[in-house]
């Protein structure tokens, strides 16, 4: 994958720096194609090998949301000072096991790929050296060793910092930190992919963007045992989810969900940029085992979209929501354009709150366009509805049952078992959902589509898969 370049700039009212066009995610959605990638030269770090723990000594369980504190006290150049053949040095002595003392330093060639290989500005093997490229604005692509590493601080991101991490696994052994593993605050230009992330229920979330941040993709990432939620888009705009597997989460914290955009609860707004069509997309994520342990008692959901009175376009697709305590997919205090396609949620409000339902809306008077959903709850309804919430329209739909809070769903919705795989959910041979799906894009703008349609499913089921 090549990183995305500023190939033409525009300017947004609310933001002081400049961010890529319009459709510049579309450069980082699955280039399948196939393609001959000429050997690459990548700069490397060669002070630590494949395996290593971060020994830095920092304070992580400093909230960036209330303290201008900074974790790393490496000194971090201008970006236009960093030339691209820089070596990112390790700062701090590790503990070592590996089976490599040298990462590679070209990326070969390769003539067909599913999923492009990074063009690596700078190759590093320690969190120390990883720390430091992540918060030097503009380090461009950066490609960690595949390896395991212990983290025991946060690590910041700075605007047009790409993290490449496939094959690596990083497990945080700090001190409880409501903070995300990685946290992009306030910056723009920016992704993580291809990591396996443990939290050790220690931290809140794997990924947690806020305060502004805009332009943020976070894909392909295994999350497991965060304190609070998997992915955490706090206050952002122009954000993706795409790929990510999230489980077991909200066991310390709580008070989170698999994949959350937030923005204040309950009387917020939202400011955002004037673009047309879908400012978040999450896509193609499976998330399961949220639960909520804080003292409210109130959330554990699967997806949700929280507050920000006239939001932005929202688009959800392809997901698969199992075995959540809370909600499955659901939207409240806002009045945004809700597209929720092409979803399976299973065993939703799986403990006690039986009010919690697969699909949900509350204070919310947008419109929700729920098509090509599939409802199998725990012991919650299919759909509900509360605080006068209005604009909801189904197609296509199946639920396993007619349990239903303060609404009731049309005929678009069969009543029927959709024969799922339990363990894939993919809908076996006789399955209602096959080929039953309708084509979605008919009912959007051109401006959703051209934002969105390569997000949404072409298998032609209803459900997920």
């Known amino acids: 994958m090549v990183g995305v370049g500023f190939a033409g700039t525009a300017s947004y009212a609310m933001y002081d720096t400049p961010i890529p066009p319009g459709l510049w995610w579309q450069q980082l959605r699955d280039e399948t ?33 209330t303290s201008t504190t900074q974790e790393d006290t490496t000194t971090v150049p201008d970006a236009t000072t960093v030339p691209d053949t820089t070596t990112v040095p390790d700062t701090t002595t590790e503990s070592t096991t590996t089976t490599s003392t040298s990462p590679p330093t070209t990326v070969p060639p390769t003539t067909t ?17 990883l720390r430091s490229a992540a918060a030097t604005s503009g380090r461009g692509d950066v490609c960690v060793t595949p390896g395991r590493y212990d983290l025991n601080s946060y690590i910041p991101i700075a605007s047009s910092v790409r993290l490449h991490g496939a094959d690596v696994t990083i497990t945080y052994i700090g001190q409880l930190a409501s903070v995300g593993l990685f946290n992009a605050d306030g910056t723009y230009d920016v992704l993580v992919e291809g990591f396996t992330l443990d939290g050790g229920n220690q931290v809140a979330e794997g990924f947690r963007s806020q305060n502004g941040a805009h332009h943020i993709v976070v894909r392909d990432l295994t999350i497991t045992n965060m304190g609070e939620g998997g992915v955490q888009f706090q206050r952002s705009d122009h954000v993706v989810a795409v790929g ?29 940029g004037p673009a047309l069509g879908f400012h978040a997309v999450i896509a193609d994520n499976e998330i399961s085992d949220i639960t909520d342990a804080s003292t409210y008692l109130t959330d554990g959901n699967g997806i949700i979209v929280d ?52 699909y949900s809306l509350q204070a919310f008077t947008g419109r929700a366009h729920w098509f090509n959903n599939i409802s199998a709850p725990g012991c919650g309804p299919n759909y509900s509805q509360f605080d006068g919430s209005t604009g909801y329209t189904w197609r296509s739909d199946i639920d396993t049952n007619t349990r239903n809070t303060n609404l009731s769903p049309t005929a678009e919705v069969m009543v029927i078992d959709p024969l799922l795989d339990p363990t894939t959910f993919e809908p076996r041979a006789g399955s209602p959902a ?26 032609g089921n209803i459900g997920a898969r």
Do not use: Q
């Open 434 to 459: 096959l080929g039953n799906g309708i084509e979605v894009g008919v009912f959007m703008t051109d401006a959703m589509l051209n934002t969105g349609a390569s997000y949404l499913a072409t298998h």
């Open 33 to 65: 194609t196939t393609t001959t990638t000429s050997e690459v030269t990548s700069t490397t770090d060669t002070t630590g090998p494949a395996s290593t723990t971060d020994t830095s000594t920092v304070d992580s369980s400093t909230d960036p949301t």
């Open 113 to 129: 790929t599913t999923s492009p290989l990074p063009v690596c500005d700078v190759v590093v093997s320690s969190m120390a050296a």
């Open 244 to 272: 990510n597997t999230i489980a077991h989460a909200g066991y310390t914290f709580g008070w989170g969900s698999g994949i959350g955009l937030w923005f204040g609860g309950e009387g917020s707004t939202s400011t955002y």
């Open 307 to 358: 507050g920000g009175g006239a939001l932005y376009p929202v688009l959800m697709t392809g997901n698969v929501v199992h075995d959540v305590r809370g909600r499955g997919i659901t939207s409240i205090y806002n009045s945004g354009d809700l597209w929720v396609v092409n979803n399976t949620v299973v065993n939703a409000s799986n403990a006690d709150k039986c009010t919690y339902a697969s």
